[in-house]
Nanobody
Framework: QVQLVESGGGLVQAGGSLRLSCLAS????????MGWFRQAPGKEREFVAA????????SYGDSVKGRFTISRDNAKNTLYLHMDSLKPEDTAVYYC?????????????????WGQGTRVTVSS
């Protein structure tokens, strides 16, 4: 059974930092691209960042480029999202997802496993 379990969300002031983690099990983590998406209340799920199977290629949404960093540790089956300079508009539930391919992708439809999400709230 595939499980993606996110952690690290919480309440932070604007300008602060958080690091999200996603522990994967039940799949060959090192053979899959991984991604982070987010969904704010009343909005569609939005691409945040993606990383290829080996960690050498990354992609970011325009709204987080330069502030967020995605990384992975294949030995620990763990995906990370380091978030700096947080803004109130970053408030959302953040989801970890596993793609059915090696290369990173922004396309939500190429991700076939999803976590339950972790909530991030940024106060002004």
């Amino acid at each position: 059974q595939v499980q993606l379990v996110e952690s690290g969300g919480g309440l932070v002031q604007a300008g602060g930092s958080l690091r999200l983690s996603c522990l994967a099990s039940g799949l060959t983590f090192s053979r899959r691209a991984m991604g982070w998406f987010r969904q704010a209340p009343g909005k569609e799920r939005e691409f945040v960042a993606a990383i290829n199977w080996g960690g050498g290629s990354t992609s970011y949404g325009d709204s987080v480029k330069g502030r967020f960093t995605i990384s992975r540790d294949n030995a620990k089956n763990t995906l990370y999202l380091h978030m700096d300079s947080l803004k109130p508009e970053d408030t959302a539930v953040y989801y970890c997802a596993a793609a059915n391919r090696f290369g990173n992708t922004r396309d939500l439809n190429e991700y076939d496993y999803w976590g339950q999400g972790t909530r991030v709230t940024v106060s002004s």
